[in-house]
């Protein structure tokens, strides 16, 4: 009888509310539509009233639109909605355009036991599609994700819906119809919960967000490591946390808006747009990331959250799983290795070394750097000769790169080429940096282009410099610590020459992982430059006398050959890190009402009765 009256107050809900939502629904007349820096929404409002449909467009759609567009309605409108990242919402009665970034998730709770006649009554309605959906997360809670539309149709649904509770077996399964996803749903009621405070000692609970130029590297914290694992009770696409880089780029491969004057979209923006008819040369812009929006959590199930004033993860959850969640928090919360990183930039001047006829033997301990490509002995090349002569064995590796064991006494040999002019240490930068953690040397110089357009005018920026990117991991091979590097090296520079009045960027990279052990260098080169000098000297007076000066005039043209050397030195730190106890051992539970807290050493307790 309950389920009849639930089914009635849903039928009444879904009475006035206009079913069978989809795309919005177009005729076969065609269309044709001219614009020339048309905001988006007068666009729009037209586009929808020739192709006969009624149309409210959501504040959040911005831009301008230029070209000519004519044909069917649906693919004009797979065309824009797919530039400027629209979303349409036909409820039966009036098409709503949304922004991508519009979509919204709410938790809505109902009575208990009420869940599946909530997904129920949303389904047989046919009000959710591929972006408009629900999903059961509890016996009185529906995670909704979709347009506001779409949810104030599912909170109308759900209002409507009997307040009193329904009884239901333990272990029974609620089985949502349609396109609802499926939930086990735990009795009704407060369970035995147990909370527990986790205090951190060495990570970090909640995520860091690390920028560097134009990246952005996302590092998890524990509690979303956690949260991943053993679930909170959240839907999947809660959790934000990420591992690697990030790097936003604009919705458009188009000049327009990929300056300092262009609006940063979200990750829904993040598709490109490419059409090879140029009529068309509309572009959007965004307005922020997705945002999530919870009403009322659902009370059961556990729960993971963070207190980033104590970097502690509170945890409340069944007291069985407790000693889950102590051991992953205690094999987290390790203290890191901590890493020194010297970096040493070092130009050769191949050709001052040929003037000199240098030729130094370097070894390090039984061998020397390891140079490319099967060379006993003379390479052939001055730099290599001068710095580091063969052993007798074939070295090994990439050319000009290598493992140093005694990175001290090269650099010595450095020093001494310095005197005499044929070597110069550029820069020697030294940096602390965690295990795993990338540390970044950046020395660039930054200068800004403006591009006019059609009433408005971009900046772009153009960088040229030396940056290095070390990422170091810190392994145990043997009995014997290791470390191994990811290394990313940019090197460019301004040259003379310049296209339409803008100077001309050269850049060498170079991309290279590597194993060395402790007390050892990475030696990294190849990175060459090649530099054109003209000079002029005349005898005075007589060499300013016209065409016979020329007599007493010398020109002379000199080419420079630099190499550019990269000396990684990484160094473990080996710092003591006494640990603090975030409570008193052994201290006597107190009683606080109906919670009882037992102060432990790494974790604090909390027992709900």
Not at 214 to 242: E, K
Not at 528 to 538: C, G, M, R, W
Request: net charge neutral; with cysteine; proline share 6%.
């Amino acid at each position: 009888m309950k389920h009849v009256l639930a089914s009635c107050a849903a039928a009444i809900a879904l009475a006035c509310i206009p079913v069978q939502a989809a795309e919005p629904p177009f005729g076969d007349k065609k269309v044709s539509l001219s614009a020339r820096d048309q905001p988006a929404t007068d666009f729009l409002n037209q586009f929808f009233a020739a192709s006969g449909l009624r149309v409210a467009v959501a504040g959040t759609v911005t831009g301008k639109i230029n070209g000519r567009f004519s044909g069917h309605p649906a693919d004009i409108w797979r065309q824009v909605s797919s530039a400027f990242n629209l979303i349409a919402y036909y409820d039966g009665a009036v098409v709503t355009v949304y922004n991508a970034n519009d979509v919204q998730s709410r938790t809505m709770t109902v009575a208990s036991g009420r869940a599946a006649d909530l997904s129920g009554a949303v389904s047989r309605g046919q009000l959710g599609d591929a972006t408009n959906r629900v999903r059961i997360t509890s016996a009185e809670a529906v995670m909704a994700t979709g347009v506001p539309r779409f949810l104030d149709q599912v909170q109308q649904i759900a209002s409507a819906l009997p307040r009193t509770a329904v009884r239901q077996q333990p272990g029974s399964v609620a089985i949502a119809p349609g396109m609802v996803q499926q939930a086990p749903m735990t009795p009704g009621g407060i369970e035995p919960y147990e909370l527990r405070v986790f205090y951190l000692r060495y990570a970090r609970a909640d995520d860091t967000t690390m920028n560097s130029g134009d990246r952005s590297v996302r590092v998890p914290g524990v509690a979303t490591t956690v949260s991943r694992i053993m679930g909170d009770g959240q839907p999947i696409g809660s959790v934000t946390g990420s591992y690697g880089e990030q790097k936003v780029r604009q919705s458009a491969p188009r000049l327009m808006g990929r300056g300092l004057d262009s609006v940063r979209p979200g990750d829904s923006q993040s598709t490109p747009y490419d059409n090879d008819d140029e009529d068309y040369l509309g572009l959007p812009g965004g307005n922020g990331a997705n945002q999530i929006v919870v009403e009322a959590p659902p009370r059961s199930g556990p729960r993971i959250t963070v207190d980033p004033s104590l970097n502690a993860v509170i945890i409340r959850d069944r007291p069985e799983n407790m000693p889950a969640y102590e051991g992953l928090v205690r094999s987290l919360d390790v203290a890191p290795q901590v890493v020194e990183l010297e970096a040493t930039i070092i130009d050769i001047n191949v050709d001052k070394l040929r003037e000199l006829g240098i030729n130094w033997r370097f070894n390090s301990g039984d061998w020397g750097a390891l140079f490319g490509g099967d060379v006993v002995r003379r390479t052939g090349n001055p730099l290599t000769d001068a710095l580091i002569s063969g052993t007798g064995q074939a070295n090994r590796g990439l050319s000009l790169s290598g493992a140093i064991g005694a990175s001290n006494e090269l650099l010595f040999r450095i020093n001494a080429l310095e005197e005499k002019g044929a070597a110069k240490v550029v820069s020697r930068p030294q940096l602390m940096t965690l295990s795993n953690v990338e540390a970044v040397f950046d020395r660039t110089r930054t200068f800004y282009v403006r591009v006019a357009g059609d009433r408005q005018v971009d900046l772009f920026n153009v960088t040229a410099g030396t940056v290095l990117r070390v990422n170091p991991h810190v392994l145990v091979d043997g009995g014997q610590p290791r470390i191994r590097m990811v290394v990313h090296v940019e090197d460019g520079s301004l040259l003379d020459g310049t296209v339409d009045r803008i100077p001309v960027v050269e850049r060498a990279s170079v991309d290279t992982q590597a194993l060395i052990a402790e007390g050892e260098s990475l030696l990294l080169g190849g990175l060459t430059v090649n530099a054109d000098a003209d000079a002029e000297s005349a005898i005075p007076v007589l060499g300013q006398i016209p065409i016979v000066g020329e007599l007493f005039k010398t020109r002379t043209k000199k080419r420079q050959h630099i190499e550019r050397l990269f000396l990684i030195s990484p160094r473990i730190n080996r710092m003591e890190m006494p640990g603090v106890a975030s409570g008193a051992p052994g201290a006597e539970p107190t009683k606080l009402g109906a919670v009882t807290r037992v102060p432990q050493a790494n974790n604090h307790r909390e027992v709900l009765e």
